[in-house]
Each structure stands twice: as structure tokens, then as C-alpha cells.
């Protein structure tokens, strides 16, 4: 089982920045890929930025130029960096990962943390 843990959420006004943290632990054997994803009331989680084993990264349009996703590897840790927020950007954030865990016959399983609440102010 991996457990996921975000942090850094808050209330900012319009233009500051965030910077959220998402710690994976438990038995991890080997992490292929984690994300950030965010979700509003009465609307469909979206995927905001997400990065492969290998580096690779992806963005929502909507946050291109204004985020910045990165990884820890030895910490098992994801984070993403949030400049010049919008009052649009307020949503609940979400830690995603997929992972191999001995607890689980090394299968892939994707995990969800418990997401930390971003509220920006205009």
C-alpha cells in the first residue's frame, strides 16, 4: 500500500504564489508516474501537470507558463510550483500516483491523496 500525503495548500490573493508538496510512503518498489489534478464543486477532476518516471512533463493550457511540476526522486516526493495565480485556480488539489508495491504482488496501482484546498482571492 503507498500512502499520499499533500501539503501547501492555502488562501493567496490573486498573482501570489503556492507551492504544494505531495510525499509518497509506505512500500514503494517503483513509481511510474505522478500528477497533480484538481477538482471544483460540481465539476470533473481535470489534470493539471503530471511527470513520467523518466521526466517527462505535461501541462494543462490553462496553467502553461504559470506552473511548474517537478520530482524528488529519492523522496519520493512531487510538487508544483503555482505562480501568478487566478481566482479560477481555486479548486482542490489532488496528488495522483502510480505505482509497483510489493503489498500489491509488484502490480501497478494508481493511489490518490487526500487533496489540499487552493483558494485564491481576487
Known amino acids: 500500500q503507498v500512502q499520499l500525503v499533500e501539503s501547501g495548500g492555502g488562501l493567496v490573493q490573486a498573482g501570489g504564489s503556492l507551492r504544494l508538496s505531495c510525499a509518497a510512503s509506505g512500500s514503494i518498489f517503483r513509481i511510474n508516474y505522478m500528477g497533480w489534478y484538481r477538482q471544483a464543486p460540481g465539476k470533473q477532476r481535470e489534470l493539471v501537470a503530471d511527470?513520467?518516471?523518466?521526466?517527462?512533463?505535461n501541462y494543462a493550457d490553462s496553467v502553461k507558463g504559470r506552473f511548474t511540476i517537478s520530482r524528488d526522486g529519492a523522496k519520493n516526493t512531487l510538487y508544483l510550483q503555482m505562480n501568478s495565480l487566478k481566482a479560477e485556480d481555486t479548486d482542490v488539489y489532488y496528488c495522483?500516483?502510480?505505482?509497483?508495491?510489493?503489498?500489491?504482488?509488484?502490480?501497478?496501482?494508481?493511489?490518490w491523496g487526500q487533496g489540499t484546498q487552493v483558494t485564491v482571492s481576487s
Open positions: 495522483n500516483c502510480n505505482a509497483v508495491s510489493p503489498r500489491e504482488w509488484f502490480k501497478a496501482m494508481t493511489y
Open positions: 511527470i513520467t518516471s523518466g521526466g517527462s512533463t
